[in-house]
Structures are given as structure tokens and as C-alpha cells.
């Protein structure tokens, strides 16, 4: 938790309700691959990015 409200005030200053659940996707990612090292970390999001498309529509109703 102590991480998480880090985050928050270092990073990202303000957190919108209408995103929380990606703010915390982000947070629980990134704590899970702290120990890896970047170019790992690169490879596996890029294979996990290969096939996929984010819209900007697709991305704006995730909050409504």
C-alpha cells in the first residue's frame, strides 16, 4: 500500500475515479516485474501488446 500512495503522489499527482482500475493495472504490473530487468521487462510487454489494438474510443468508455 505504502508503494501505491508513493506512486500516487510522485507520479501521477492526481488519480480520476473514472480510471482508478487502470492506474491500479498499472501499479500491480509494474510491482510485479520490479525485480526483472528492463530489457526482460520490454520483451514480455511487447509480446503481450503483438495482436492487440486499443482504440481511442474503446479507451474513453472504459470509465463511463
Known amino acids: ?3 501505491l500512495k ?3 503522489h510522485g507520479t501521477f499527482h ?3 475515479p473514472k480510471h482508478l482500475n487502470r ?3 498499472e501499479f ?7 525485480k526483472r530487468d528492463t530489457d526482460r521487462m520490454m520483451i ?3 509480446k503481450r501488446m ?3 489494438r486499443l482504440t481511442y474510443e474503446r ?3 472504459g470509465g463511463r
Open 59 to 61: 479507451l474513453i468508455e
Open 44 to 46: 514480455e510487454t511487447a
Open 28 to 34: 500491480a504490473t509494474r510491482h510485479n516485474l520490479r
Open 1 to 3: 500500500m505504502a508503494g
Open 50 to 52: 503483438v495482436g492487440k
Open 23 to 25: 492506474y491500479i493495472g
Open 14 to 16: 492526481h488519480v480520476s
Open 6 to 8: 508513493r506512486d500516487y
